[in-house]
């Protein structure tokens, strides 16, 4: 059997989650009315219920996002949505906290989110072997992990592709709950790593001032998509449920297309999850919507340098360097490509990122609506593309259709229109009609034919159409329609009913975890996660960092981001290079916020601890 491979799009909401399945996702994830990690993204049972009969029309799949930490006092009305979301015919759950494991549950399949720090082969295969259908992969893995993890089990394995990356790893970041008692784990991140810090070292001086030392670049591995299958990845997630409309369409056609591609030219071995195809009148490029530059993160090992340090906002596409400037006007190069109303991004001399609005846009040359002090020579990028959003935002501008063939035939008593989708499914309807053969007897089979393939705005195109009379009968156009409006919305019912969801019924184990003692990383909120690992052998259990946080000593991030190696002072990388030591600790300071960094070399991570934290130094 060909093994699917999926692209899994963000839903902020029902319209962005039919937009996503219009240009071409092959599932979509999107938050309940609770519980997810992002708080500004919940919809009600509702509009996931329209969502979910919207994909299936598709046979693409709708996954909701329950992944925060839970208390206690949640636990029930957790449950409770559960069983909502299961009757409307939500297709999967991604979790977090395994008190769900224990619940009394709907046989719903359940995906651990990525928050559940999905780094390690023996933990993924317990969580395989206690039920979970899916592990959504940590961003820091490599393809030789990744390969591993794949060996060890037969869970599915979904990676990002694109999108926004957490400079720690998922669901190990407490710098919000440090600084104003606000919980990542609880859908709550307030991005304290994306403001600018001062780097000062062990002596007191200040190495950077002001500047986005924890921003990183945005995620972009479609060209490992090839790789990644091999490795054992079923489907690519595009990070991104607080995005808008033009992010999510572009990011989806551009990773279609780009997916379409490999799997025609592997047809024998994969296959695409969904059904129908896509059209666009717009050309997809990742750099055309938001992003802070890319990089592929550590799916290749460490080998470049992956800091946004001048601004945690959207640099956009790069477009060319300024000329000059000439009265009140630019001329920068490949001009040419600007609009009226573009946005433009550079970075001034202040190693900041600024910004100018182009109210006129002529010959190459930009006037701005505040004209700025712009060196010669300075890149210059294009972080809002006028005329690009205007055509992605229309409806119309990412259309999907499910192929069918028609055949219109005569019965004894009258026709018959029957349409066969690409998918086998077949609907029929039948006409009581007088046989009446045409003036002069000629044939208007082209007539038929042209009104048939009329199938506008619904999801399905007529591809092949057979016209089989013993005679040249004649038919009204307008009875034509009926029957093909008729067909139509018969096939979309046939189509709903047919849909397999997949189902899994959860069966309590008693495997043993492989750790005995779980520290607070764990996120363990409530009694019934506890019992979770308990029962699987684990001895001891942290509280989480929410339940017992201790102000200005504590660890609040482990990442595999490093500064030491943004600032070619890696004792491992740069050893033949740099000109000294760093004096350690090093210092991140942001007016009253102050963290410490502890390098861990030997794993190839850092750490970040509050001021009063006291740790040893490692030495290189």
């Known amino acids: 059997m060909k093994k699917k491979i999926e692209i899994l799009a963000p839903a902020k909401d029902l319209i962005h989650g039919m937009a996503a399945i219009n240009a071409g996702a092959d599932a979509v994830y999107i938050g309940a009315p609770q519980f997810g990690a992002r708080s500004n993204a919940n919809n009600s049972i509702e509009d996931v219920a329209d969502l979910v009969k919207y994909a299936h029309l598709f046979n693409a799949q709708v996954f909701v996002v329950i992944n925060t930490i839970l208390y206690d006092n949640e636990l029930e009305t957790c449950r409770k949505m559960i069983y909502q979301l299961y009757d409307i015919g939500v297709d999967a759950l991604i979790v977090q906290d395994m008190a769900i494991m224990e619940m009394e549950l709907p046989p719903i399949v359940l995906h651990a989110s990525t928050q559940a720090n999905n780094r390690d082969a023996d933990k993924i295969k317990f969580l395989a072997d206690a039920g979970i259908k899916r592990v959504v992969l940590a961003r820091e893995l490599n393809l030789h992990q990744i390969r591993e993890i794949h060996e060890a089990t037969d869970v599915e394995l979904e990676f990002f592709v694109t999108g926004a990356l957490c400079v720690s790893f998922s669901g190990n970041c407490y710098m919000s709950v440090a600084n104003g008692e606000r919980s990542a784990n609880r859908g709550s991140c307030a991005q304290n790593c994306r403001l600018p810090y001062n780097l000062i070292d062990g002596h007191g001086d200040t190495l950077i001032k002001n500047s986005h030392l924890l921003s990183i670049k945005d995620f972009d591995v479609s060209d490992q998509i090839p790789n990644l299958i091999e490795a054992g990845i079923v489907s690519f997630k595009i990070e991104g449920r607080l995005k808008d409309i033009v992010y999510v369409k572009n990011n989806v056609s551009y990773l279609r297309q780009k997916l379409d591609a490999f799997l025609e030219e592997n047809s024998t071995k994969y296959a695409k999850a969904s ?70 991004c550079f970075i001034n001399e202040n190693n900041e990122a600024d910004g100018i609005y182009v109210n006129r846009a002529e010959n190459g040359f930009v006037f701005p609506n505040v004209l700025k002090e712009i060196k010669e020579g300075t890149f210059i990028y294009r972080n809002n593309d006028a005329a690009f959003i205007k ?41 009581v009609h007088p046989k009446e053969t045409t003036k002069n007897n000629e044939s208007i089979e082209e007539n038929f034919k042209i009104n048939l393939a009329k199938t506008g705005f619904t999801p399905y195109t007529a591809d092949e159409i057979d ?67 308990e029962r699987h052998g684990v001895t ?81």
Not at 503 to 512: A, D, G
């Open 540 to 620: 001891e259990i942290e509280k989480a960092f929410e339940l017992q946080w201790d102000p200005g000593k504590s660890r609040v991030m482990t990442t595999k981001y490093c500064i030491k190696y943004e600032l070619e002072k890696c004792p491992k990388y740069h050893k033949d290079t740099m000109d000294g030591k760093l004096k350690e600790p090093l210092v991140l300071k942001q007016g009253e916020l102050e963290y410490k960094l502890k390098f861990n070399c030997k794993p190839c991570e850092m750490e970040i601890w509050e001021k009063d934290a006291e740790f040893e130094i490692e030495e290189d």
């Open 275 to 344: 059904s129908g195809k896509c059209t666009y009148t717009f050309d997809s490029s990742l750099d055309r919507s938001f992003n802070r530059g890319y990089t592929d993160y550590f799916v290749n090992e460490r080998h470049q340098a992956i800091g946004s340090w001048e601004s945690p906002k959207s640099k956009g596409q790069y477009i060319g360097k300024l000329i000059q400037t000439i009265g009140n006007s630019y001329e920068i190069e490949n001009g040419h490509l600007l609009n009226n109303g573009d946005g433009l």
């Open 391 to 431: 055509i992605v935002e229309r409806e119309d501008s990412a259309v999907r259709k499910i192929s069918t063939t028609l055949l219109l035939s005569e019965t004894e008593d009258g026709f018959q229109l029957m349409a066969t989708d690409e998918d086998g499914n077949v609907s029929t309807v039948t006409l």
């Open 467 to 533: 016209v089989v009379f013993s005679q040249n009968w004649f038919l009204p156009i307008s009875k034509i329609n009926e029957m093909r409006r008729t067909v139509y919305e018969q096939l979309s019912e046939i189509r709903l009913a047919n849909y397999v969801r997949h189902e899994h019924q959860i069966v309590k184990t008693s495997h043993p975890y492989p750790e005995s003692k779980l520290d607070f990383t764990y996120n363990v909120a409530n009694k019934v996660a506890r019992k979770f690992y």
